[in-house]
Structure formats: structure tokens, C-alpha cells
């Protein structure tokens, strides 16, 4: 009977931000019970006791798993972000510390895409404001501007995964669509990319914005973005709070350069649904404010709970670590005979040598091996004759370089 080199239940998973009920029961069917679950994010001295002994951690877009949280986590093994965004994890220094980091890079693409239809169709109309004026008791019935969608212009920010399938839903409303993105993109449908963004701003009646918060999109659309608008055109954030100047945004707003706009994300959410939001975009009539549910559907987060838990509970069980975004990936097959030694080093010249050495020293029989690196780490998984495992394992330890090691039976 196989063994784990850790029983199960002694593999602690600590899941956070609510993710969704399938998390808990992949994880469970694949026989793990040591999961302890919290409805909402952790921070401060909360987070680093809960992570302390955990060997795995599932988190959404609102932890930050920061280089110190990380350096906390002794028995780290992997983390799961439970949606698409990984920026609230330093990837680097949970990559240095051997920690694979997995996601669930398209389980909620469809969902934000949808929002944002939704969106632009209402802003176009001025729903918002008639519906805020409509709960006070008023009664706008007037055209004045309400347009149709079709035969408008939208600006995609950022043509990844969610922006070209917006494009694609724009488009069978009759839309035409545009895109900026740092990277030459395959335009999908009739969308045509644009390379200066001032351009692309100029010809828009409605922006989204789709980017990663990276160094180069923080603030990325400031006054000056704004001031590149049509007059009279809207903004959709659904990316990350960081990227719009919010208050550059609202000073747009009162000074009615742009009509509306339709703000999921935000620089500071609240922790929870208990606390309070804060923005100085409260009290536009012709703003609709989300509490970032652009990836939040039932489909969604049911899919993403069984993806990313399934990848989890993979590189516990096996050390297969495809699709991790900061880590060397290996796909690995089943193993039976023998038993499956993980290790991570630092990528310097000599250590697979050294590790052939050791174990042609101490007689162990290698069965298979494999080796991926990135120029900061490498990842080599090994196959044994179970009886000389736990020496095999030992050897690892003893190599200059070693970050992690740990044995699979
Ligand atoms: N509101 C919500 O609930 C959700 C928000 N998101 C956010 O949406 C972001 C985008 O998601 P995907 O489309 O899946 O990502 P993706 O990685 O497929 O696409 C991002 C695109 O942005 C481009 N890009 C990067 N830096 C840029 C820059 N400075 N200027 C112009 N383009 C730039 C990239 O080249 C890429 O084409 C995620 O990183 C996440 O932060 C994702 C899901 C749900
Ligand atoms: O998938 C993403 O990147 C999101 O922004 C969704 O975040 P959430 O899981 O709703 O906290």
C-alpha cells in the first residue's frame, strides 16, 4: 500500500476569501481533512498565524502573501490563488523559497466579460442615474443621452484573455472595436490594435481596461488619459484598483469630460463584507460601483474551486507543477513502483552532478529523473527503489544549494 511521506491529515490547508465549497471537497475526495476555512481575507498578525503551519494556502485577490508573510510560512509547500490575478503574491520571493504558485488563469474570464457588456449598455443608456433618481422618487423619461451601443467605438486596455473575449461580445452588438496592448496581438473578429494610446483614447465612446497589475500599469490612466477622451465618453475598470487615477477620475466626472463609468476594483477594498467602502467616487449618480464581482459567478467560482484545488492537491500528490506562474513546470506521470523525491535548488552550475554523485555513492538507483530550471531555481523530481528512499532523501539534504526537498512515497 502506498504511502505518503506525510500522512493527509497532517498536511495542513488553510483556505481563505471564502473560495468556493468544491475547494473543500476536491480536496477532500483526494484525501485531505485538514482544512481550515475562513469567509474572509486575513492580514497582520492573523495571517501569519493561520499560515505558519500550513503547508498549503488558497487565497483571492484581496490576501497579500507579501516576502515577509512568505519567510513566516516555514512548511510552505504551495499557494493557490483562487482566481486569475496573482499580483498580490510576491511571486519572486515564494519562487526563492521553493513555493509554486498556481491559479485559475481563464475559469472567470467569461464572467467579467459579461459585466462589462452589461455595463456598457447601461452606461450608454444613463441607467444609472435615472435608476438612482428613480429610488429617490424622480422620473427622467427623456432620450437625451441614452444612445444605442451599435455602431459605437470600444477601446480595449490590455487584449489578454478578457479583453479579446469582450471584443468578440461587443462586436455581435455591433460594435466596433479597438485595442492597446504593449504586446502585437492577433486581432480576433474586425477589432483592429492600435499602437499609440492617445490614438486609440480619441476614437473611443467607451474604455475598458483589462491589464495585470504590473510596475508598468500602476496609474497607467491618469488625467492626462482622461483629458485624450472624446468628450462625453465612459470608463470601465474591472482590471485592479491601481491602474486608474481615482481621483483623477473623479475630477473628470464632476467636470462631466466623461459621462460615466462603471468601477469594479479600487487602490483600498474593504477587508470584508463588514467593513465599510471608502471612495471619492461615492454619490456620482452615473457611476456604478461594484464590490469587484467581476469574476464572481456561481460558474465561475464553482470551476475555480475544483481547478485550482485540483492543482493543489496534484503537486502535493505527485510534484507536478504545470500551469504554476512562478515556478519551473514539470508534468509528471503516474508512478508506481518506486518512490518520488522532489527537490528545489538554486540554479548554479553542478548541482544535478552533485546529486548523481551522491546517490551513485551511496548506491541508490536512479529510475527516472526529471529537471526543469528558471535562471533562479531548479526543480528536479527523481524516482527510487522504494527501500533506499529515505536515504536518497537524506542525500538531498545534505546538497549545497538546496532550497526544499521532499519525499513522495
Ligand atoms: N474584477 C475582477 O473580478 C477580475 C479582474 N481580473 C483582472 O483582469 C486582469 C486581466 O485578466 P486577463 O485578461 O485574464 O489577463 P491576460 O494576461 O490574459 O491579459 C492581459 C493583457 O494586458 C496586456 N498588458 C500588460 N501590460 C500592459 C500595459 N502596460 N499596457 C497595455 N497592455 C498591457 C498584456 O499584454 C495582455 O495582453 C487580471 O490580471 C486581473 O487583475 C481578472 C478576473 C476577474
Ligand atoms: O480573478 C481575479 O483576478 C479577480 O480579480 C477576482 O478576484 P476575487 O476572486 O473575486 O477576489
Given at each position: ?21 468544491t ?6 475526495r483526494?484525501?485531505?481533512?485538514n ?6 481575507a486575513?492580514s ?10 500550513a503547508?498549503f ?6 490576501t ?12 510552505l ?16 520571493a ?6 509554486p ?26 441607467i ?5 433618481s ?48 504593449i504586446?502585437?496581438k492577433?486581432?480576433l ?24 497589475e504590473?510596475?508598468s ?15 462625453g465618453?465612459?470608463?470601465i ?8 487615477d ?19 476594483v ?7 463584507n ?6 471619492p467616487?461615492r454619490?456620482?449618480?452615473n457611476?456604478i ?26 503537486y502535493?500528490?505527485?510534484?507536478s507543477?504545470?500551469?504554476a ?9 503516474q ?15 553542478g548541482?544535478?552532478?552533485k546529486i ?35 536515504e536518497?532523501?537524506e ?15
Amino acid at each position: 500500500m502506498a504511502k505518503h511521506s506525510l500522512d493527509k491529515d497532517k498536511i495542513k490547508f488553510l483556505l481563505l476569501e471564502g473560495v468556493h465549497q468544491t475547494a473543500v471537497e476536491v480536496l477532500q475526495r483526494a484525501g485531505y481533512t485538514n482544512i481550515e476555512y475562513h469567509k474572509g481575507a486575513l492580514s497582520g498578525d492573523e495571517l501569519t498565524n493561520a499560515i505558519k503551519d500550513a503547508h498549503f494556502v488558497g487565497i483571492r485577490s484581496r490576501t497579500q502573501l507579501t516576502a515577509e508573510v512568505l519567510q513566516q510560512a516555514e512548511k510552505l509547500v504551495g499557494v493557490g490563488c483562487f482566481c486569475i490575478g496573482t499580483n498580490q503574491v510576491d511571486l519572486k520571493a515564494a519562487e526563492l523559497l521553493g513555493v509554486p504558485v498556481f491559479n485559475a488563469p481563464f475559469s472567470n474570464t467569461r464572467s467579467v466579460a459579461e459585466l462589462v457588456i452589461g455595463e456598457i449598455i447601461m452606461l450608454m443608456r444613463g441607467i444609472p442615474q435615472r435608476s438612482a433618481s428613480a429610488h429617490r422618487g424622480g422620473w427622467i423619461k427623456s432620450a437625451k443621452g441614452s444612445y444605442e451601443v451599435r455602431g459605437k467605438t470600444l477601446g480595449i486596455i490590455g487584449y489578454g484573455h478578457i479583453g479579446t473575449q469582450l471584443g468578440i461580445l461587443a462586436e455581435t452588438l455591433g460594435m466596433r472595436v479597438v485595442f492597446y496592448d504593449i504586446e502585437d496581438k492577433l486581432p480576433l473578429g474586425n477589432a483592429s490594435q492600435i499602437r499609440s494610446l492617445a490614438e486609440m483614447l480619441a476614437q473611443s465612446d467607451v474604455v475598458s481596461l483589462h491589464v495585470p497589475e504590473t510596475p508598468s500599469t500602476q496609474n497607467m490612466f491618469g488625467a492626462a488619459e482622461l483629458e485624450a477622451m472624446k468628450q462625453g465618453a465612459f470608463v470601465i475598470n474591472a482590471s485592479r484598483g491601481t491602474v486608474v487615477d481615482i481621483d483623477a477620475l473623479a475630477a473628470a466626472l464632476s467636470s462631466e469630460k466623461i459621462a460615466g463609468a462603471a468601477i469594479d476594483v479600487f487602490p483600498v477594498e474593504p477587508k470584508s463584507n463588514d467593513d465599510e467602502f471608502q471612495s471619492p467616487l461615492r454619490g456620482f449618480d452615473n457611476v456604478i460601483l461594484t464590490p469587484h464581482v467581476g469574476g464572481s459567478t456561481e460558474e465561475a467560482q464553482e470551476n475555480i474551486g475544483i481547478e485550482v484545488a485540483g492543482k493543489l492537491a496534484k503537486y502535493s500528490d505527485n510534484g507536478s507543477t504545470v500551469s504554476a506562474v512562478n515556478f519551473p513546470e514539470v508534468s509528471l506521470p503516474q508512478y508506481h513502483e518506486t518512490s518520488r523525491l522532489l527537490h528545489i535548488h538554486n540554479n548554479r552550475p553542478g548541482i544535478l552532478i552533485k546529486i548523481n554523485q551522491a546517490f551513485s555513492e551511496k548506491g541508490i538507483n536512479i529510475a527516472a529523473q526529471y529537471l526543469q530550471t528558471t535562471p533562479d531555481i531548479g526543480y528536479v523530481v527523481m524516482e527510487v527503489n522504494t527501500s533506499q528512499a529515505a536515504e536518497a532523501l537524506e542525500q538531498l539534504k545534505g546538497i549545497e544549494g538546496t532550497i526544499r526537498t521532499r519525499l513522495l512515497y
